[in-house]
């Protein structure tokens, strides 16, 4: 994808760029506006591709690394217990994954408690911690700066 070409409805949806903590030729990585889990994450890929399949083998080479990135910059944040990737495209319909790292225990970060209600099984999506743009913002300061220790990008 063009990097001067208009980002597609579903980088904006999730808050593109002022969300961004890495980027590449086919992937964005942003903060995720509802914090499901601490450190909720969204990988989108930048084509206007709505099928997985249909996605260029330059992409998937691109996906190992963004993967790689957002794990170590995840665990550098606060270390997990899993990890769990969701590409379910109900909503928006171009490709990308929600990345929930996911926790046994209560954490806290910027005075503000995060649970995990869904622990161990799948996650509760409809739940997310509430967040002021004060809060959003200091999370995603310090994730960037997670990123900014490891990254290939």
């Known amino acids: 994808m063009d990097h001067d070409r208009m980002p597609h409805a579903t980088l904006l949806k999730f808050g593109y760029p002022h969300s961004l903590l890495l980027e590449g030729s086919h992937w964005c990585v942003l903060l995720r506006p509802q914090q499901v889990t601490l450190g ?3 990988l989108v890929s930048r084509s206007d591709s709505h099928s997985l399949a249909s996605l260029e083998p330059a992409a ?3 996906m ?3 993967t790689r990135d957002i794990e170590a910059a995840l665990m550098r944040f606060r270390p997990f217990d899993k990890l769990n990737y969701l590409a ?3 909503v928006d319909p171009h490709v990308h994954f929600h990345v929930l790292p996911r926790y046994a225990t209560l954490q806290r ?3 503000v408690d ?4 869904g622990w161990p099984a799948a996650p509760e999506l409809k739940f997310a911690t509430p967040l002021d743009t004060t809060q959003k ?3 995603r300061e310090d994730l960037l700066l997670a990123f900014k220790q490891g990254a290939v990008h």
């Open 40 to 42: 909720a994450l969204v």
């Open 60 to 62: 998937f080479a691109e």
């Open 64 to 66: 190992g690394d963004m």
């Open 88 to 90: 379910l495209m109900m």
């Open 109 to 111: 970060h910027g005075g």
């Open 114 to 117: 995060f649970t995990d209600p």
């Open 137 to 139: 913002d200091a999370l």
